[in-house]
């Protein structure tokens, strides 16, 4: 029980821990979250919500990785919500150009071809949950359900921008993009 009550601490902690972001990193008119947990220096991930036309109940996203306060690669995607049920799902923007869609389907599809070979009558379907949470009168944090895990069995199928190749990491040279769990709100210094 008291492992449990450090862990709880150290998370806290970690979540609590105040980050502000340059002005080249977000747009102060909009909310900006950002992912800094891996432990790798000055690496960060953030979520924005991008302009455009959109479908009503749906929200343009994009997740940009920075290091060395510089952009590295992103993917864009959309955050889809249901007017009848509280729930919203995150879609990822698919490498196939013939068929733009979301990865995670695509790549279930050749999982599901893969399985189909062993034992016909599997199905696959997967949906990445989007959790909100809000104190007071903004969201202070999205929780994404699988992302992480997600995000590196399907990377080959997200279509990543990589802006700078020798910024990238090993994993990422390899075709690994890790997607954050989750992402806190942070102030935009001007």
């Known amino acids: 029980m008291k492992i449990a009550g450090v862990f709880r601490l150290c998370l806290a902690a970690a979540l609590a821990a105040p980050t502000a972001v340059n002005a080249n990193q977000c747009d102060p008119s909009k909310p900006v979250y950002v992912f800094d947990q891996f432990d790798q220096g000055d690496d960060k991930i953030f979520y924005k919500i991008r302009d455009g036309e959109h479908p009503f109940f749906e929200q343009?996203?994009?997740?940009?990785?920075?290091?060395?306060?510089k952009l590295v690669w992103s993917v864009d995607g959309s955050v889809i919500c249901s007017d009848v049920v509280a729930m919203c799902e995150l879609t990822l923007a698919s490498s196939n150009k013939s068929d733009p869609g979301s990865a995670i389907y695509d790549c279930f599809e050749e999982l599901k071809k893969e399985q189909e070979q062993d034992t016909p009558t599997t199905k696959i379907s997967f949906k990445i949950p989007v959790t909100e949470i809000s104190t007071k009168h903004e969201t202070s944090h999205?929780?994404?359900?699988?992302?992480?895990?997600?995000?590196?069995?399907?990377?080959?199928?997200?279509?990543?921008?990589?802006?700078?190749?020798a910024l990238l990491v090993e994993n990422e040279r390899k075709g690994m993009f890790l997607l954050p769990p989750f992402v806190r709100r942070v102030p935009c210094l001007k």
């Open 60 to 69: 343009l996203i994009r997740f940009e990785t920075w290091r060395k306060s």
């Open 142 to 165: 999205i929780a994404f359900g699988f992302l992480t895990a997600l995000s590196l069995v399907c990377s080959k199928h997200m279509d990543i921008h990589v802006e700078r190749k």
